[in-house]
T-cell receptor
Framework: AQSVTQLGSHVSVSEGALVLLRCNYSSSVPPYLFWYVQYPNQGLQLLLKYTSAATLVKGINGFEAEFKKSETSFHLTKPSAHMSDAAEYFCAVSYYNQGGKLIFGQGTELSVKP | NAGVTQTPKFQVLKTGQSMTLQCAQDMNHEYMSWYRQDPGMGLRLIHYSVGAGITDQGEVPNGYNVSRSTTEDFPLRLLSAAPSQTSVYFC?????????????FGSGTQLSVL
């Protein structure tokens, strides 16, 4: 079955450090890819999405992600972490042959230390 | 502009009880869906609807019923609650089912089944 895998259920960085959250998908069929963020006790919000245009996608709050077909990856990065970035981050994919349904990864909880 | 509204925010049930989780959106979205979120498992699709009168099963539909009599509302029914249904439930909607469409999420319902 087609799926998406997030490496690392918890990531901890210091304020000002690089944030790198990893996401890999498992299909040779080009997917649409998304990163969503969930702040405590809230629903999910879209950070950014890749829909077969530019491979480097810029999102809100200084986040960006690069689609690498050869590595089947869509890792999320931010050059300098802020305390307010502490949240849970979900990678998600949708495939044409699954009617556009969104499949979520397991989530990565990001902690930011002062 | 309320977006996606879920009620209640919290609910405790006893095994065997029934209840309905309400979801309403005011954005005239065609596509609505229900997810459950469990620790370490990301979000899993329960049921979805591509328009009034049309519903279909997602990844984990057992124990849940849905209906879509209007564009705005998409209630989720638990007919006989079980402890395995203890979870956080999210309703989400988008303009269409087209790949790449952004999902708008409600703030969630935390359900405990004792």
């Amino acid at each position: 079955a087609q799926s998406v895998t997030q490496l690392g259920s918890h990531v901890s960085v210091s304020e000002g450090a690089l944030v790198l959250l990893r996401c890999n998908y498992s299909s040779s069929v080009p997917p649409y890819l998304f990163w969503y963020v969930q702040y405590p006790n809230q629903g999910l919000q879209l950070l950014l999405k890749y829909t077969s245009a530019a491979t480097l996608v810029k999102g809100i709050n200084g986040f960006e992600a690069e689609f690498k077909k050869s590595e089947t990856s869509f890792h999320l990065t931010k050059p300098s972490a802020h305390m307010s970035d502490a949240a849970e981050y979900f990678c998600a994919v949708s495939y044409y042959n699954q009617g556009g349904k969104l499949i979520f990864g397991q989530g990565t909880e990001l902690s930011v230390k002062p | 502009n309320a977006g996606v509204t879920q009620t209640p925010k919290f609910q405790v049930l006893k095994t065997g009880q029934s209840m309905t989780l309400q979801c309403a959106q005011d954005m005239n979205h065609e596509y609505m869906s229900w997810y459950r979120q469990d620790p370490g498992m990301g979000l899993r699709l329960i049921h979805y609807s591509v328009g009034a009168g049309i519903t279909d099963q997602g990844e984990v539909p057992n124990g849940y019923n849905v209906s879509r009599s209007t564009t705005e509302d998409f209630p989720l029914r638990l007919l006989s609650a079980a402890p395995s249904q203890t979870s956080v439930y999210f309703c989400a909607s988008s303009y269409s089912r087209t790949q790449g469409e952004k999902l708008f999420f409600g703030s969630g319902t935390q359900l405990s089944v004792l």
